[in-house]
């Protein structure tokens, strides 16, 4: 009974994680329609790739709501390691962002969304370097968890488990991991540990969602046998939504805003192709699941739903959905009743849904405060309300974690609301709100998870909930909403978070990397934020010995919760080179809090809240900076400006639509954030200012940018064209082509030990193809590769420097990586340092 129990539990946690704090869904006619023909279908299928962004949402969308299946997008990583079109989160705050992107996809196409713990740690070459640095185990591990859990009759893989080294290494590893556990899913013996929770499984068939990209070109894939391949017409429009199946996975791409996929809809037909690569194979290729019985008959005791489902559907009142009702109560006692098994949960929870939708029945329990610490009293004001004419009665409510019942006894008449309060006592041992997977230290290629039955779970676990127990067509049902938080915005109205239980105190030192370029002291500002009223405490900055932080307390006390205060220490570094990690504390009343809570909150995803120890980097080093002064372009956004400013110089954000003679006249230096010429329109007429503005005798620093969608071709006053090249192993062997150039010694003599300790990458998207202007400084490659040539490039252009460099500053500044900001001052520097005759420029 207790394993059953468990099992309920875990599955339950794991189709119904997350639901976003927006303000709640009201179904149409025609969405309850499609919810009753969803009911009456009992085939699961499991897509798997390894990002955000990697699914094939035309498929989802397809299978979701053509088909009915029950479909979830397995993504291996969180998407930590790419790039970030819409503020300066990277890794782990990138992925944060990623996966609520990719919740909000799903609720757009009808999927479900599944994780591993695999981090996605950057670009990989091929699956055998990937492998290397995730713990294949584990994520092996993961999969079959994921099948064992989710129970798909068909998998599909997105790319092709035969092939490696031709696309990212993540992509082909999520192939082959998938293909490889598509048999230990069954096998007792392969992670017996999980057998408390789930029970072996073994999917009917695995495909692969082929196209023509894997093939080369449209060419190459018409010529090619399909006889292993089924082909689906994806084209379908659906006449009760007024979309196309490919408008409707345009929109859900389009969430994934992070990585710049905004998506057009299209019409017409389409076809997706996949081939057949493992399990049982097809006969007349009629459909995926061939041979699967998708019905109520699967099932013991199951037939009698399905009919019964049928005469629902058959049945239903568009103008009056509510007169379904009474038929879905006695299905819901029905599906209650069945032996415990994989569906019932599910169909249990789809149906209470449907009941709900077809009464307009509203239900919400809302906080007074969108943030709480442990162990308060939360009020909350509970609303019920049935808009049906079918009576109901507010029997209980139920305050979760506490557990504690409260009888209500309320009619539930025709629109009528029942308003009431309810107060409930938080535990001193709940945790924090938080991603789950963030909470303890992860690896570069793992993160960790200390609770085995949250693998894979896709959202931040929220335990704060009430329960609503209604009777409805005398049978009781329950209905869990999660605690909200709402509040009226004058210009958007409405607007809705979830609950959070915060720390009392948080606090930040402001200055994510501290350079100390001599022995002189420094002012460290440190935030103190409050999490309740009335809170005191000593503010400490803890250091090593070698370093003098003075004082050694301060008092803060904060009156009100939310108000934030900000103070200073004196910090003198030791007189030899040294690195060290800070961190900053508050003690309130005995207790330590050194958490620094972290704000991501942009209006296509839920608010979110993420807790980090509150540390910074310090380092003292002997590095030689000028008074130069830049204008700093902000391309996709980065942190490069803040760290320039670290090194003494004076950095002006400068909006492209202001560039002008004049206004440049003001800079020793101009420099392009990541990817600028991809997503900046305005520089595509900028360029004739910035190239007279170094011609003049000024520098002009270009970082990566991606060689697809440039802005403009001329992104240089030479020609030079951007390659794929990169060098994703940051360690890679640095080679000097040009070793006696200026750049490698003044002011800052750079040597191959700069380059270690570089974190994810060296970097991307070097030039392959580059004018005879240009001088090539450095060389490296990833083992087995040849020699990349193009990572900095320096030409003198009348009287100034134009330098383009793929080497990732934008991850390396801010890890402080001291050999990057050495390179990069000498770069800034290079104008007083390179005495060249002025150069005959180009037209």
Aim: with cysteine.
């Amino acid at each position: 009974m207790l394993k059953n129990l468990l099992y309920s539990l875990v599955i339950t946690i794991f189709i119904f994680p997350f639901s976003n704090a927006q303000q709640p869904q009201k179904s149409t006619s025609v969405e309850i329609f499609h919810q009753i023909q969803k009911l009456n279908f009992l085939g699961s299928v499991l897509y798997v790739a390894a990002h955000p962004d990697d699914e094939n949402t035309r498929l989802i969308s397809y299978l979701a709501n053509e088909t009915n299946a029950r479909t979830a997008y397995l993504s291996l990583t969180r998407g930590d390691g790419g790039q970030n079109l819409i503020g300066p989160q990277l890794r782990e705050l990138l992925g944060v962002i990623r996966t609520q992107e990719l919740i909000e996809a799903r609720k757009i196409d009808g999927g479900e969304q599944l994780f591993t713990r695999a981090n996605d740690f950057g670009f990989s070459k091929n699956a055998e370097e990937t492998l290397e640095i995730w713990d294949k185990e584990r994520v092996q591990a993961d999969i079959v968890w994921a099948i064992r859990k989710f129970q798909p009759d068909v998998i599909i893989n997105r790319f092709d488990h035969r092939t490696s080294g031709n696309t990212h290494g993540h992509h082909s590893a999520s192939a082959k991991l998938s293909f490889e556990c598509f048999n230990k899913a069954n096998d007792a013996s392969i992670f017996p540990e999980q057998l408390s929770w789930v029970q072996p499984w073994q999917p009917k068939r695995q495909f692969f969602n082929t196209s023509w990209w894997f093939y080369g070109s449209q060419e190459k894939f018409n010529a090619a046998d399909k006889t292993n391949m089924l082909s689906l017409q994806t084209g379908v429009y659906y006449a009760s939504k007024g979309k196309s199946n490919q408008e409707i996975a345009a929109l859900s791409r389009s969430r994934h805003q992070s990585q710049g996929f905004g998506s057009t809809g299209s019409r017409g037909e389409e076809t997706e192709y996949l081939e057949f690569i493992n399990g049982s194979p097809l006969q007349n290729k009629s459909s995926i699941f061939e041979g699967i019985d998708t019905s109520w008959n699967r099932i013991k005791g199951g037939k009698p739903i399905g009919e019964l489902l049928s005469k629902i559907a058959a049945d239903f009142d568009f103008n009056t959905p509510s007169s379904s009702i009474p038929d879905l109560a006695k299905a819901y006692t029905m599906i209650k009743s069945l032996d415990e098994n994989h569906w019932k949960p599910i169909k249990l929870e789809e149906i209470k849904n449907t009941i709900a939708a077809c009464a307009g029945l509203y239900l919400e329990a809302v906080a007074q405060n969108q943030e709480v610490t442990k162990g308060s009293l939360v009020n909350l004001t509970i609303e019920a309300i049935n808009r049906s004419m079918v009576p109901m009665q507010f029997v209980s409510v139920t305050a979760l974690p506490e557990q504690k019942a409260t009888v209500k006894n309320l009619p539930l008449n025709f629109n009528i609301s029942q308003k009431t309060t309810l107060d409930v006592q938080l535990p001193a041992a709940i945790d924090y709100t938080q991603p789950y997977w963030l909470k303890d230290k992860g690896t570069v290629g793992m993160y960790t998870v200390s609770e085995p039955k949250n693998i894979g779970i896709p959202d931040i676990i929220r335990t704060v909930k009430v329960v609503f127990n209604i009777q409805i067509s005398g049978i009781e049902i329950p209905f869990e909403r999660t605690v909200v938080y709402k509040y009226n915005d004058d210009v958007k109205g409405e607007m809705y978070n979830y609950l959070d239980i915060v720390p009392e105190v948080t606090t930040s030192i402001l200055d994510k990397v501290s350079l100390f370029k001599d022995t002189k002291k420094k002012y460290i500002a440190v935030k103190v934020k409050a999490g309740k009223d009335a809170v005191k405490g000593d503010l400490q900055l803890e250091l090593p010995n070698s370093w003098t932080v003075q004082p050694r307390n301060i008092a803060f006390v904060l009156d009100k919760k939310g108000t934030e205060q900000t103070y200073y220490f004196e910090v003198t570094p030791p007189n030899a080179p040294e690195e060290a990690v800070a961190k900053s504390v508050a003690i309130v009343e005995g207790k330590v809090f050194d958490n620094e809570q972290i704000i991501i909150d942009f209006n296509h995803i839920t608010k979110q809240q993420v807790l980090k120890p509150a540390e910074s980097k310090f380092i003292r080093m002997d590095l030689k900076t000028n008074n130069e002064r830049i204008a700093y372009i902000m391309g996709a956004g980065d942190e490069v400006p803040s760290s320039l400013t670290q090194m003494g110089y004076k950095v002006t954000l400068l909006n492209p639509e202001e560039i002008s003679p004049e206004k440049m006249a003001n800079f020793d230096m101009v420099i392009t954030g990541i990817r600028a010429y991809n997503t900046v329109q305005a520089l595509a007429n900028k360029q004739t200012i910035l190239f007279d503005f170094v011609k003049g005798g000024k520098i002009m620093l270009v970082q990566y940018n991606n060689p697809n969608d440039l802005v403009t071709e001329y992104i240089a006053p030479f020609p030079l064209k951007i390659s794929s090249d990169r060098v994703t192993q940051e360690n890679a062997e640095v080679r000097f082509l040009a070793p006696n150039h200026p750049v490698l010694s003044s002011p800052n003599k750079i040597t191959a030990k700069d380059f270690e300790g570089w974190k994810q990458e060296q970097g991307l998207y070097y030039p392959r193809e580059f004018d005879q202007a240009f001088t090539p400084i450095l060389s490296s490659n990833d083992k087995g590769e040849t020699p990349k040539n193009g990572a900095l490039l320096i030409a003198p252009y009348g009287k100034g420097h134009y330098i383009y460099t793929g080497l990732s500053f934008f991850r390396e500044l801010p890890e402080g990586v001291s050999g990057a900001y050495k390179l990069l001052s000498n770069l800034i520097s290079i104008q007083n340092d390179v005495k060249l005759p002025a150069q005959k420029v180009k037209p």
